[in-house]
């Protein structure tokens, strides 16, 4: 599908240091999103420096993205390589689903404020949260550099 670029020195801090091998981070990188808990099978993840490829399967759209994120948002990792396939490309009505935008966290952001900015509504930060979850784990807890997904509001 393409590249997504993160800030490669905010997130998550996974590895150990420079001694580290990129086997030894793909595999870091690997169990964090399992301990995570996201839907996706034949989980595969290479790191090259500061990129990582991740491949597998997963069954929606919004897995797809949280599997992203959680590999990106890690210190250390600049650049994710999505080569991951979605076995279900429609919503349980059959409509096609609609990608969530990326937003980057600046500095003296909230949900609430990217809520309004987004939606025209800062009370629909929950809809920000949940759909970050389970990376995010309290709505008052983002980062600058931290890029999360904005999904389309349902109508």
Do not use: C, W
Request: overall charge negative; cysteine-free.
């Amino acid at each position: 599908m393409g590249f997504l670029d993160f800030v490669s020195g905010v997130g998550e801090k996974l590895f150990g240091g420079s001694a580290e091998s990129d086997q030894e981070r793909s595999a870091k990188l690997e169990n964090h999103v399992r301990k995570l808990g996201l839907s996706v099978t034949r989980l595969k993840i290479d790191v090259d420096g500061d990129v990582a490829s991740v491949t597998g399967e997963v069954k929606a759209q919004a897995d797809r993205e949280k599997v992203l994120l959680a590999v990106g948002n890690t210190t250390g990792i600049a650049r994710v390589d999505d080569k991951l396939t979605t076995t279900a490309a429609t919503t349980p009505d059959h409509e096609p689903e609609v990608p969530a935008t990326y937003y980057t966290v600046e500095k003296g952001d909230t949900l609430s404020k990217i809520a309004k900015e987004q939606y025209g509504n800062a009370m629909k930060y929950p809809v920000i949260f949940e759909a970050n979850e389970p990376m995010l784990t309290d709505p008052d807890k983002i980062y600058p550099g931290q890029v999360l997904r904005i999904p389309p509001l349902a109508e």
